[in-house]
């Protein structure tokens, strides 16, 4: 079946605008995690829901940050006023439940110039 | 602070070579230890995992070696293939949250033919 799927693939973003990044997890995966990965480091976490609700925020780097999952499938990523330092790869994964393992989608290149 | 400390950075082998990375963490609260495999431009994929109560699992070509009084882990890849080439991240996490993962910062392997 289809994996996990992030669109744009790229985004070019003015210093100052706002950028949104969507994310289509696996279909009836109940866990949907953002991690973001900076160039040359590992994934770090940013925020985790559990079908619509948002059990973990405590990864967002500020409050220009904003994370939704209306429905409980997909999710949308919202930076506002973007920075250079926001520039990295976004990455959404899901599982089926709580515990089984994650499935990365490719993520979404983000440059802020 | 990063929570997991990765080495090396890079690593060159040769064909049919052993090829070895090692992690180390601090917070003894810990309790699931995976290996993730990234080519450019993917999202990361999971390899292998391991839990604390074994010191050893091995899947094929792989093998996590665990040793809990050292907190330290590692990764070896026996008969290095040329498409072993990627970047190689260990990570870990706790039970309370068991897909929030604390990334190592990377090992790019190189697989010489």
């Known amino acids: 079946g289809a994996g996990v799927s992030q669109s744009p693939r790229y985004k070019v973003a003015k210093r100052g605008q706002d950028v949104a990044l969507r994310c289509d997890p696996i279909s009836g995966h109940v866990s949907l995690f953002w991690y973001q990965q900076a160039l040359g480091q590992g994934p770090e976490f940013l925020t985790y829901f559990q079908n619509e609700a948002q059990l973990d925020k405590s990864g967002l780097p500020s409050d220009r940050f904003f994370a939704e999952r209306p429905e409980g499938s997909v999710s949308t990523l919202k930076i506002q006023r973007t920075q250079q330092e926001d520039s990295a790869v976004y990455l959404c994964?899901?599982?089926?439940?709580?515990?089984?393992?994650?499935?990365f989608g490719n993520g979404t290149r983000l440059t802020v110039t | 602070q990063q929570q997991v400390k990765q080495s090396p950075q890079s690593l060159i082998v040769q064909k049919g070579g052993i090829s070895i990375i090692n992690c180390a963490y601090e917070n003894t609260a810990f309790d699931y230890f995976p290996w993730y495999q990234q080519f450019p431009g993917k999202g990361p994929a999971l390899l292998i995992a391991i839990r604390p109560d074994v010191s050893e699992k091995k899947e094929g070509r792989f093998t996590i070696s665990f040793n809990k009084s050292a907190k330290q882990f590692s990764l070896h890849i026996m008969d290095s293939q040329p498409g072993d080439s990627a970047t190689y991240f260990c990570a870990a996490s706790r039970a309370d949250n068991f897909n929030k993962f604390y990334f190592g910062s990377g090992t790019k392997l190189n697989v010489k033919p």
């Open positions: 994964a899901s599982s089926s439940t709580e515990n089984s393992p994650l499935h």
